[in-house]
């Protein structure tokens, strides 16, 4: 079949996904006509596989694999099932914890008991592909209409195939309570130093300006990604996530040398806390500002009707504020479905406004793939985030979707002992270095 | 039974006048098993070990092997063989994560001898001498180690020690902004051993967790053993005029060897394979232990089955250890 070329390398960074969204405009329909090309040339060799894109064609029993244990994800993805033209095809949703879900994926993937699972896109859903875990589902891109080259690039594996299917995505921002902030007559910042003025008056009025909560390792990862794009760029950090800079490098200990300057502003603690807790704290007004997902908003009703947020400003002129964290997610096919034809109907559907319309309905804290998906019915959370992520210069996918998941997981661990000791930075750093030559040697 | 059989078979033949000579008394009870009971004796013996080779041996064999290579768990054909790297590895970029189980599974077993196992004895001991809703406080007592691992770590992340809400912080009024207690996160060293390695805090109240359950196990198990012991025991030493320690100390105690030994068994194995409670509770940072390490190279999305081995092989290592201090007590015993 086809292969398509991706703009960086090996690495199917999303990095320039966001900035189609703006544009609004349909590659894909330049992509498939050099499809039909190479078609051409290499007519009939997958006659059997070939996915010709008219959903009705396939029949029979068909199983997803969900992560979506928590209610709105839940009824969003029985929404998009529903929503499914086919009716000969018989679709089971087959939904697992979401922590046990991402403990077990491996397993899951060799079982071969669900066709389509739910994942995310970027470095982890090539890592699988490269093991040849994966379906290809480059023909069903074929089809594909409405997603733009950012979400082809996240979707594509080494190989130069596409095996993942982007659905939707989110943004990290710094979030805030409207009526804190009204209340108290601040305003959003618009540079480092702005921020800085900010949380020395909330300081100054007994509020605790940042939200800080680490339970489970993962949740400042998010500050480390977004001190590292602004201080450092977008490039820098999508290279450092892929091994390609030592970590005992001096730009990268001039992040944490920031990081450290900005502790007293956070809460303390932050290690033992959840950040459903943390969400509790931004909600009763206890501290001002929140760096998180707009899933913060899933916390409370409360919250989500009050809440609001700014992008981290920048703290470089030179390097400005355009680069953020916004993982998306999706769904991929395994390597040996048992019913490939359907599979491939279902993730058709699910790249289509209509789909994506149905699940946003169940659960609005997510923003659309599609660009022909529905806005109008966007509250104000998701249209800022469209927003955002359409006006990026650069879209990291998160820490642990960006890297290894093995050196991840030693991030989170360098990161949860740093806030506790600052002084013990550089022996931190060193020591994680040395973990990263290791783990980057074993997956080469 | 068959076994019982043939003992009193032999024991009424050896009263018939005729003497057996010497050296035929081997054939004589060899030709006592009947054929039923042969096969019998045989299924016996081969499905547990078949069963135990299966499930035991082949499986630290295997790990063993496992061990020396860089394999992510997928394809045998991406199996690569590494040599000794892995242990290399171990001691000196993955040494800190080492160091720190090792210790971490000695600060449990520490905990669960001086404190745990102790505990529970006592709460036995004292729920045997017939006390009105006995059974209520074993119930109670007993409820830890019956409860889901969700529920456990529901009770002590968010009931216990929540920083803000938890019942810990709130009973001690500790739950304003800034003077909060981080019992899970904060990996300040309590008893410290050099500037690297001690006792963490938020191990300990991890520790506490799994003392909670440990005390009910214990309980239970020493229990049973007490309603064992002749109470003719107690009273012949309370008439001698020995005091509730002395009679405990002096009498109950070494009566009850052999369930002191289980317990004992059971601590040292508790604290070697400990996992549980640490993952429910997020295994926040300086909390990790030898399990830990293996299920986190070896689960996961990328599979590190080398590595992950490698720390296998280190708990087995360990295991071993207390397993040969423990066989070289009871044979030394028996030899004496």
Redesign the interface.
């Known amino acids: 079949m086809t292969t398509r070329k991706t703009e960086i390398g090996g690495y199917p960074s999303p990095a320039e996904w966001a900035r189609d969204l703006n544009r609004r405009t349909v590659l894909k329909g330049g992509v498939a006509l050099a499809g039909l090309s190479a078609i051409g040339v290499s007519c009939g060799s997958d006659a059997a596989t070939e996915f010709t894109g008219s959903i009705g064609d396939a029949g029979g029993a068909l199983t997803i694999g969900s992560n979506a244990s928590d209610p709105a994800p839940q009824a969003g993805l029985a929404a998009v099932v529903a929503s499914f033209p086919n009716e000969d095809v018989e679709v089971t949703i087959n939904t697992l914890d979401h922590n046990t879900y991402?403990?077990?994926?491996?397993a899951i993937l060799?079982a071969g008991e669900d066709d389509v699972l739910a994942w995310f896109a970027g470095f982890?859903n090539k890592?699988f592909a490269d093991?040849?875990?994966l379906g290809d589902i480059s023909d069903v891109w074929d089809q594909v209409d409405g997603l733009g080259a950012g979400f082809l690039a996240a979707s594509t594996a080494t190989d130069g195939k596409q095996y993942f299917m982007p659905t939707s995505y989110y943004t990290w921002a710094v979030n805030y309570s409207k009526s804190l902030f009204a209340e108290k007559g601040y305003s959003e910042p618009s540079n480092v130093d702005e921020l800085l003025g900010l949380a020395d008056d909330m300081a100054s009025d007994g509020i605790?300006p940042f939200v800080f909560a680490?339970?489970?390792?993962w949740p400042i990862m998010g500050t480390f990604d977004i001190l590292n794009m602004r201080i450092n760029g977008y490039d820098f950090h999508i290279d450092l996530m892929g091994g390609k800079h030592e970590w005992t490098d001096e730009r990268v200990r001039n992040v944490f040398t920031t990081w450290e300057s900005l502790l007293p502003y956070h809460?303390?603690?932050?290690?033992?806390?959840?950040w459903q807790?943390g969400a509790?704290?931004l909600e009763t007004g206890?501290?001002g500002m929140y760096l998180l997902g707009t899933f913060a908003a899933s916390a409370s009703e409360a919250l989500a009707a009050d809440m609001d947020f700014f992008n981290f400003p920048e703290i470089d002129p030179a390097i400005g504020a355009g680069a953020l964290d916004a993982p998306i997610d999706g769904f991929q096919m395994i390597a040996e479905p048992k019913n490939a034809a359907a599979a491939k109907e279902l993730l058709l559907h699910m790249s289509t406004a209509a789909a994506q319309d149905a699940y946003l309905s169940e659960d609005p804290s997510v923003v659309a793939s599609n660009s022909g998906a529905n806005t109008s019915v966007y509250n104000d959370l998701q249209k800022k985030s469209a927003a955002l992520a359409g006006s990026a210069t650069g879209i990291s996918q998160f820490l642990d979707r960006d890297t290894?998941?093995?050196f991840a997981?030693e991030c989170g661990?360098m990161f949860?002992?740093f806030i506790?000791d600052p002084s013990k930075v550089d022996g931190l750093l060193a020591?994680l270095e040395?973990?990263k030559?290791?783990?980057f040697a074993?997956?080469s | 039974m068959s076994l019982d059989e043939s003992v009193t078979a032999t024991d009424h033949d050896v009263t018939t006048p005729v003497t057996p000579r010497e050296g035929e008394e081997g054939r004589r009870s060899h030709s006592l098993l009947t054929g039923s009971d042969r096969r019998t004796l045989t299924l016996m013996t081969a499905v547990p070990s078949f069963l135990h080779i299966a499930l035991v041996w082949i499986p630290a064999i295997g790990t063993f092997i496992l061990s020396f290579t860089n394999w992510n768990g997928v394809r045998w054909s991406s199996l690569k063989w590494v040599g000794f790297r892995n242990y290399e590895q171990l001691f000196t970029v993955f040494e800190k994560d080492l160091y720190e189980s090792l210790f971490n599974n000695l600060w449990v077993m520490v905990a669960l001898f001086a404190i745990g196992t102790p505990m529970g004895m006592l709460i036995a001991y004292i729920l045997d001498r017939n006390l009105k809703g006995s059974a209520i406080y074993q119930s109670i007592f007993y409820t830890p180690v019956v409860l889901s691992l969700a529920v456990v770590g529901f009770i002590w992340r968010s009931v216990m020690y929540s920083p803000g809400q938890g019942i810990l912080n709130s009973v001690l009024g500790r739950t304003d902004p800034g003077n909060q207690i981080d019992w899970l996160g904060n990996p300040d060293f309590l008893i410290p051993i050099t500037s690297e390695y001690g006792l963490s805090k938020n191990f300990m109240a991890l520790i506490a967790a799994m003392i909670w359950v440990h005390v009910g196990y214990v309980m239970v198990l020493y229990l049973a053993g007490l309603k064992s012991v002749d109470p003719n025991l107690r009273e012949a030493a309370a008439i001698d005029g020995a005091n509730e320690w002395q009679v405990f100390r002096q009498v109950i105690f070494p009566a009850m060897r052999p369930v002191n030994i289980v317990i004992m068994v059971i601590t040292v194995i508790t604290s070697l394979r400990v996992f549980d409670i640490i993952d429910v509770l997020n295994n926040p940072i300086g909390t990790d232990v030898l399990s830990i390490l293996v299920t986190d190279n070896i689960l996961g999305e990328s599979g590190n089955v080398g590595r992950g081995s490698a720390y296998g092989v280190m708990l087995l290592l360990v295991c071993f250890a207390f397993a040969i201090i423990y066989l070289r007590n009871a044979f030394g015993e028996e030899d004496q």
């Open positions: 991402q403990e077990n994926i491996n060799q982890r890592f093991q040849g875990l605790t680490n339970d489970g390792q809460q303390t603690g932050a290690n033992g806390r959840t807790e509790a704290a206890e501290c290894i998941p093995d997981g661990n949860a002992e506790e020591d040395e973990k030559v290791a783990i074993d997956y």
